[in-house]
């Protein structure tokens, strides 16, 4: 999601975990990850980078969906959202990255669009607090995707 927001709340999140594994000698492997994420801000489509893909791949929905529709038409991709959290609601767990990715592409462009508000947002409340503890992000999405 902080790709989402921009390279303003990029930059301040990297700095603040920086800050807290700088001495360490095996950071977690999200913050290797979450760094080659942000440089890549300047070169593609930020619901792609939050998303873990690329625009070639294709989305494995009732039918094999390229992202790059799905990018192109973000109302596409909000109906096909609303049936796959369906889905999950109805007990198919496996399908929650794929609802994950679905919503990055339907409202993506909304989150950045309000990106600047919502940044200045975090940073207030979060302050100077020391980041928590995050769990690795799971992969299981890119076994639901196919090149």
Excluded: N
């Amino acid at each position: 999601m902080a790709i989402l927001l921009g390279e303003d709340f990029s930059a301040w999140l990297f700095e603040r975990w920086h800050k807290q594994w700088k001495g360490h000698p095996q950071p977690p492997s999200f913050y290797w990850t979450f760094k080659d994420m942000k440089s890549s801000l300047v070169d593609a489509d930020p619901r792609v980078i939050a998303a873990h893909t690329k625009s070639t791949v294709q989305v494995d929905l009732r039918e094999a969906i390229p992202v790059k529709e799905l990018l192109e038409k973000p109302e596409g991709a909000a109906t096909f959202l609303s049936g796959t959290c369906m889905k999950v609601f109805q007990g198919r767990s496996d399908l929650r990255s794929t609802a994950r990715i679905l919503d990055y592409f339907a409202y993506g462009l909304q989150i950045r669009e309000r990106s600047t508000s919502l940044t200045r947002a975090i940073i207030r409340e979060i302050g100077q607090q020391q980041s928590g503890e995050l769990t690795e992000i799971s992969t299981e999405s890119k076994e639901e995707m196919t090149e």
